[in-house]
């Protein structure tokens, strides 16, 4: 399976240390959500990016496979 791309959309700001739990993926703030955006080897990187949010106790907000992962100007990572 090639690598697809996601856009991951989590409650609230994160800061910093939140940031590095997701290694590879850009981050950046739109509104009061952070966008978690990159390009995940496989089905099992996907599931780990949402194992790791819900131990971080963050809320998923929205999920999304995108063509080509999208680099925000002012992005965070």
Same mark, same amino acid.
């Given at each position: 399976?090639?690598?697809?791309?996601? %856009?991951?959309?989590?409650?609230?700001?994160?800061?910093?240390?939140?940031?590095? &739990?997701?290694?590879?993926?850009?981050?950046?703030?739109?509104?009061?959500?952070?966008?978690?955006?990159?390009? /995940?080897?496989?089905? &099992? &990187? /996907?599931?780990?990016?949402?194992?790791?949010? %819900?131990? /971080?106790?963050?809320? /998923?907000?929205?999920?999304?496979?995108?063509?080509?992962?999208?680099?925000?100007?002012?992005?965070?990572?």
């Amino acid at each position: 399976m090639p690598q697809q791309n996601y %856009e991951i959309r989590v409650r609230g700001r994160l800061g910093g240390t939140f940031r590095t &739990a997701f290694p590879g993926l850009r981050a950046w703030t739109q509104g009061n959500d952070t966008v978690l955006s990159g390009s /995940l080897a496989d089905r &099992a &990187a /996907l599931y780990g990016v949402l194992a790791m949010i %819900e131990t /971080l106790g963050l809320e /998923l907000v929205e999920l999304r496979q995108v063509t080509s992962p999208r680099v925000c100007p002012g992005h965070l990572g």
